[in-house]
Nanobody, 125 residues
Framework: QVQLVESGGGLVQAGGSLRLSCTVS????????VGWFRQAPRKEREFVAG?????????YADAVKGRFTTTRDNDNKNIAYLQMNSLKPEDTAVYFC?????????????????WGQGTQVNVSS
């Protein structure tokens, strides 16, 4: 059974930082593409950042480029991270980890089959 557990969310002031973690069990994460998504109240879920298996190509939404960084743990291969710096109130959302994310033609294409339960990020002004 595949499980994804996000952690690291919380309340932070604008300009602050948070690091989200996605701990995966039931599959070997290095064999899979990973993505981070978010969903704000009354909005659709949107792609934020992600990385590909093997080559570790990185992808970012325009709204977070230069502020967010996605990585994978060098020691524990089944953990992925989303480092979020210079947070803004508009970054407030539930953040989800996704495994099996599809990338094509040098950009994000579609979400994958496995989702975590999400972690809430609140950025105050």
């Amino acid at each position: 059974q595949v499980q994804l557990v996000e952690s690291g969310g919380g309340l932070v002031q604008a300009g602050g930082s948070l690091r989200l973690s996605c701990t995966v069990s039931g599959l070997d994460l290095p064999e899979w593409h990973v993505g981070w998504f978010r969903q704000a109240p009354r909005k659709e879920r949107e792609f934020v950042a992600g990385s590909t298996r093997y080559t570790n190509n990185l992808y970012y939404a325009d709204a977070v480029k230069g502020r967010f960084t996605t990585t994978r743990d060098n020691d524990n291969k089944n953990i992925a991270y989303l480092q979020m710096n210079s947070l803004k109130p508009e970054d407030t959302a539930v953040y989800f980890c996704n495994v099996g994310t599809i990338y094509a033609n040098g950009e994000y294409y579609a979400s994958g089959r496995y989702w975590g339960q999400g972690t809430q990020v609140n950025v105050s002004s």
